[in-house]
């Protein structure tokens, strides 16, 4: 009888080059053969503000007794050292073997923590974090030297954004709110602010009439 897992996949933004369901694929293809995948949990958020998800993916595989939690890389789980610390800590608690697709390493073997795995993740977790770090330093540094130069950010002044051009940016909250949403679920599973999701909607309705 197979374990069973679950697979978490998570974005920071529902962009096309950042779409969960690769991390997905990839996933089912390296284990659905292994283990008997029972769940997936697939969001866009922030790897810095998403505590709350994480605290849901716990509670359910602790209370349904899942052996293993599938990601594709450390940062998928977390870009904050503490709160990846404190998710380990409660996968060992509960004897869960948290697998990171990327390097390979699996938190327990054949039952017995693996330490190993546990000390090179807590590297890793360090370098997921620099990693984002030195990503926000290399997009201020282009946008600091864009403005020096005379470059200007966001629209021309003067100018309006087209409603369906504003529209074709949100193609899963459109679908969300079409499928009879709230705006405080489409938020959540988008990572939009309210009133980005109260103008689509206002927009959608809009086209509609």
Known sequence: MKQTAVIIARCST?????????????LIDNYAGIYEIIHTYSYYKSGLDNDAENKEILKYVIENKVQNVLVTEVSRVSRKISSFSLFLEACNDASINLI??????????????NTMAQAM????????RNELELTKERLNSGRNKYIAEGGKLG?????????????????????????????????????????????IKKYINEKEV
């Open 155 to 199: 629209r021309n002044v003067g100018t309006k954004e087209n409603k369906n051009d504003f529209l074709s940016k949100y193609p899963k909250a459109i679908r969300c709110l079409k499928s009879n949403k709230s705006v405080r679920e489409v938020m959540k599973l988008c990572d939009l602010s309210s009133g980005t999701v109260q103008k």
């Open 100 to 113: 990171i697709d990327n390097y390979k390493l699996h938190t327990f073997i054949k039952g017995k923590e």
């Open 121 to 128: 993740l807590q590297i890793a977790a360090v370098m997921a």
């Open 14 to 26: 529902n962009e096309t080059k950042q779409d969960v369901s690769r991390q997905i694929k990839d």
